[in-house]
């Protein structure tokens, strides 16, 4: 693997044409226009000072050259004086109001940034890393908003080079000609160069997000790493990116900032030569000293700015490249999308799925022509081998990813035609693995629901157990969670994402049961909240506990993403079918009276095996 091997572009990268990112900066600019036009204005007399600076010396040394006496000193001293406090004034205002500016344009990006990512929908997340996102909704963002202080740069000393070549061709014609020779080799170094400077710029960037995203999996998996003694190796992980990050970003480096030097010293050898020639003139008496000298100055002050347009090209392509990224990800295309948004009314619960066909991949197929039909207020279980379709039917039916053919009907109505966030709100999830943030029982019970009040929610939390679980918190909903609930057990984890639902109050509800084992006790707990939720919704439970397969209304077996078999518990197990071996297989151990036989069995061996199928 080479050094740049993990350097390539993320599938919803694009390349923006130059002028069509500049349109879409001047779209953030235009937010704030009025400090825009401030800025403007303090960049034109800042300019217009600092070439009126020289002007009054130059004057100064005519003027001490004809009347040979010290007496006009002072005024120049303080003519150059008011000249140096009014440039620091202008400099303090421009600063101020670009500060300003550019916070709040970056701002504004960033939240567009965040709010592009926050839409798309769970394929996008499981396409791209996470971290490299992060990177980009904050070190891209950053890098853009110096692009605009740099553009206020460029700005400036635009102005500054105009009104100095007006100046120096009212000086000397011919002087001032040759020292515009400069320009067009400075302009045509930068901007061959620009495709160079872009390109290792995006590499760059890519490198940092690679570190970024090696940090964020370490930190977020540092227990797994530790459980299996893995420190050197995550550790390891992190230096390879971040070497190739170093070595990426010091030919960067190397690249951006080679122009510079070249061009200084196309600058200082076309200095010397003007100087000479400049200062025939003045013996001829051609100019005066005071206008060599005002030459000399201006020539210095002029080419600094032209020198320092050919720099900030490639500065701003740095910014140019972190706004590409930026604004890929906020136009990067969602899989999931709506035909129409109509508002969703009250949902009673009927789900239909019509002859539906979904892969995650192209020629992977998950679901194959899949129907199922499941009436408002009832309870299905779904079980199954891993990689049968079980969870895919609760991503469809939650849109957090599109099928490619066929329909999803709730209520009769296509799922495509609901407003996505209205329909969300209808809906009561608990994943497999629940997610808790860093905050209160109190706070995480009422995400959904904030204006839910504390009593209410002791008034749901003592129907499940009659509140002991509170009991067995140290400050009861007060408690802190923990970074993603590392400080409850996986038990008390399930109960508050439980309770999270019912003080959301859903119209269906979808459960990916946590295969984790827990003490009888919870599992009591659990089964009572989860029975306050089934007895209100229609509920699509992805069953891995024998006590919630029993809860159900009807149990649907999966096999490679079709219906075989579908019944109640009883009537399955008398089939002696698929759903009979997966009983046999994962649930049947969790029933009481298979571990009540199992201790008899071991008290007296000839009481023959445990109890078979059916039983």
């Given at each position: ?28 600019l235009?937010?704030?226009?009025w ?36 007496a ?9 004086l ?18 300003r ?111 970024n995203?090696?940090i ?25 990116a ?10 960067r480096g ?21 100087v ?41 392509q ?15 295309e ?56 079980k ?6 039916i ?10 999803i ?8 035609t609901?407003d ?35 009593k209410e ?29 590392s ?27 946590a ?12 089964q ?6 089934l ?38 197990l ?20 298979y ?21």
């Amino acid at each position: 693997m080479g050094m740049f091997s993990r350097l390539d572009a993320e599938k919803y990268d694009r390349q923006y044409k130059d002028i069509d990112l500049l349109r879409r900066i001047m779209q953030y600019l235009q937010t704030q226009k009025w400090r825009i036009i401030g800025i403007a204005v303090t960049v034109l007399l800042i300019s217009g000072i600092e070439a009126v600076q020289p002007i009054v010396v130059s004057r100064g040394v005519d003027i001490l050259e004809t009347e040979k006496s010290a007496a006009p000193t002072g005024l120049i001293a303080l003519a150059v004086l008011a000249t140096g406090v009014t440039s620091w004034l202008f400099n303090w205002i421009n600063r101020r109001l670009t500060v300003r500016a550019v916070s709040n344009i970056t701002m504004k990006l960033a939240k567009d940034a965040f709010s592009a990512a926050a839409r798309h929908d769970l394929s996008f997340y499981d396409k791209f890393s996470s971290g490299r996102i992060i990177s980009r909704i904050t070190t891209d963002t950053q890098d853009f908003g110096q692009l605009v202080t740099l553009i206020t740069d460029l700005i400036s000393q635009l102005l500054i080079s105009v009104l100095l070549a007006v100046v120096l061709l009212r000086l000397n014609l011919t002087l001032s000609l040759l020292t515009f020779t400069i320009i067009p080799v400075t302009f045509g170094l930068a901007i061959s160069y620009r495709k160079l400077a872009r390109k290792v710029t995006r590499e760059g960037m890519r490198s940092m997000a690679n570190v970024n995203s090696a940090i964020k999996e370490t930190v977020s998996g540092i227990i797994v790493a530790k459980n299996f003694r893995q420190e050197s190796m995550v550790y390891k992980e992190f230096v390879d990116a971040n070497l190739t990050s170093y070595r990426v970003n010091l030919r960067r480096g190397i690249i951006l900032n080679i122009l510079f030097p070249i061009l200084n010293m196309i600058g200082g050898l076309a200095t010397a030569i003007l100087v000479y020639f400049g200062g025939i003139t003045a013996k001829e008496g051609i100019v005066t000293i005071g206008s060599w000298f005002l030459f000399i100055q201006s020539l210095d002050r002029f080419l600094f700015p032209v020198l320092g347009l050919s720099n900030f090209w490639t500065q701003i392509q740095n910014g140019l490249s972190a706004s590409e990224r930026v604004f890929a990800l906020i136009d990067a295309e969602p899989q999931v999308i709506q035909i129409e948004n109509q508002p969703v009314p009250k949902i009673k619960g009927q789900i239909d799925f019509v002859n539906v066909t979904f892969s995650y991949k192209e020629n992977e197929t998950v679901l194959d022509n899949f129907s199922l039909h499941i009436e408002a207020g009832e309870t299905v279980a779904i079980v199954g081998h891993t990689g049968a379709g079980k969870s895919s039917i609760a991503k469809l039916i939650e849109r957090f990813y599109e099928f490619q053919s066929g329909k999803i009907l709730i209520d009769g109505k296509d799922i495509r035609t609901f407003d996505l966030i209205q329909y969300r709100q209808h809906l009561g999830i608990v994943s497999q693995t629940p997610f808790l943030f860093s905050d209160t029982v109190l706070e995480n019970i009422r995400y959904a629901k904030p204006e839910t009040t504390e009593k209410e929610i002791l008034e749901i939390a003592t129907q499940i157990g009659d509140g002991e679980w509170l009991q067995t918190l140290p400050n009861g909903l007060q408690t802190m969670v923990g970074e993603r609930g590392s400080n409850l057990s996986m038990g008390q984890r399930q109960l508050v994402s439980l309770m999270r639902v019912l003080v959301q109050k859903p119209s269906i509800f979808i459960l990916d049961e946590a295969t984790a084992s827990i003490d009888p006790f919870t599992e009591w707990q659990i089964q009572q909240a989860l029975n306050l939720i089934l007895s209100r919704t229609t509920s699509i439970l992805i069953a891995h506990r024998l006590s919630t397969v029993k809860a159900a209304d009807r149990i649907i077996t999966i096999e490679k993403g079709k219906i075989i078999e579908e019944g109640n518990h009883e009537s399955l197990l008398k089939q002696n079918g698929h759903y009979a071996f997966l009983y046999n297989t994962y649930f049947r151990h969790q029933s009481l009276a298979y571990i009540e036989q199992v201790k008899n069995l071991l008290a007296n061996p000839s009481m023959g095996s445990p109890i078979g199928y059916g039983e």
